[in-house]
């Protein structure tokens, strides 16, 4: 490992943007980290040692600790202010990329793959092997984990998964509500935005779905989503973010440049917004009530960039 990251202060951005180097898997590189300062120029970068495969998921805990995950390896990561990488090997050995950190102190993984297989229309382009979780002939079950700090397993709830355009998603990207008793999730590019009830360990009616036949265009998809500190929740559609009320309702669309806009993290601000493109790898800020884009980072990390997070002290 070598990193020349600066002592973490309140507006920094870190970045997850994996040095792809293998022709053969479109996924696999030299894991790294880079951080930025509130005006978007860059301060330092990580490289990780641990990881194989694109690190995503990144998420600061309350204490200021950096998580980071390669689902692909089976690993997490947590990096704290003082540079020390520590790899969290008493957690259960499966597929996670994210966290949520629940009131009472506990973990909430998400599970990215689901299932034994690709579709093969998917599997003909792909470029990236999944591996079965240790033990098993499947990648995993796309289930939520709820863990204690010390590794623990508490609870496995039976999500609900659409599985995306490849079939093998689960649960890729997460947002806990603001009454701390749902988790509203996605399969990314899959056109389910689906809810569980945490507390009675029961699926909940899609916050919004599509079915086909679709209009022309892209079909519906669903990516990264937030709650903003009003509660008010934040969706990316891929070329658009939607605020969606708690009925379900899309109250208003932020148009976006192009698309595949994928990960979003709301700023310390309330204000603001980052995101990026899985596509182009460009991280852009935007302003939430005008919609428009008022600061921009090029990463050149084309199909790499899977996490964001920002350092607020």
Same mark, same amino acid.
């Given at each position: ?9 309140s ?6 943007a994996t ?6 898997d479109?996924?696999?590189g ?23 495969h694109?690190?995503g998921?990144?998420k600061?805990d ?8 390669d ?17 969290r ?9 994210h966290?949520n950190?629940?009131?009472? @102190?506990?973990?909430?993984?998400g599970?990215?793959v689901?299932?034994?297989?690709i ?6 382009r792909?470029?990236t ?10 990648f995993g079950?796309?289930?939520v ?7 623990r ?7 609900a998964?659409?599985?995306?355009? @490849?079939?093998?998603? @689960?649960?890729?990207?997460s947002?806990?509500a603001?009454?701390g008793?749902?988790l509203i ?5 899959g056109p ?5 009830d ?6 909940l009616?899609d916050?919004q779905?599509f079915?086909p ?11 990264g989503?937030?709650?903003g ?20 309702t899309?109250?208003?669309?932020i148009?976006?440049?192009g ?6 993290e ?9 995101i990026?493109s899985?596509?182009?790898g460009?991280?852009a800020?935007i302003?939430l009530a005008s919609?428009?884009?008022? @600061?921009?980072?090029a990463t050149?990390a084309p199909?790499?960039?899977a996490?964001?997070?920002?350092f607020?002290?």
């Open positions: 490992m070598s990193s020349t990251l600066q002592p973490f202060v507006g920094d951005l870190f970045v997850a040095l792809l180097d293998n022709p053969q479109d996924h696999a030299r894991g790294r980290i880079l951080q930025f300062g509130a005006d978007l120029k860059p301060k330092g970068e990580m490289f990780l040692s641990d990881t194989t694109l690190v998921g990144l600061f309350p204490q200021g600790v950096l998580w980071a995950f689902s692909q390896e089976f690993v997490v990561l947590n990096i704290h202010r003082d540079g020390r990488v520590q790899r090997k008493e957690f259960p050995a499966r597929a996670f990329s966290v950190f629940a009131a009472d @102190g506990t973990l909430l993984f599970e990215h689901v299932g034994d297989s579709r093969p229309e998917v599997q003909a792909m470029h092997r999944i591996p079965f979780m240790p033990g098993a002939e499947r079950d796309g289930h984990f709820r863990c204690a700090n010390d590794g397993l508490i609870k496995e709830y039976g999500t998964t659409h599985g995306g355009m @490849g079939g093998f998603l @689960g649960v890729t990207m947002a806990l603001p009454d008793n749902t999730y996605c399969s990314e590019t389910r935005l689906m809810r569980y945490l507390v009675n360990d029961r699926q009616p916050l779905s079915a036949p679709y209009p022309p265009g892209p079909p519906p998809m669903f990516f989503m937030a709650y500190r009003d509660g008010t929740l934040y969706v990316l559609r891929g070329a658009s973010i939607h605020v969606v009320d708690q009925g379900g899309t109250v208003r669309q148009p976006l440049e698309f595949g806009w994928a990960t979003i709301l700023a310390a601000d309330g204000q603001h917004a980052f990026s899985f596509f182009s460009e991280v800020k302003d919609g428009n884009k008022v @600061g921009s980072i050149q199909k790499a960039v996490g964001l997070a920002e607020r002290g």
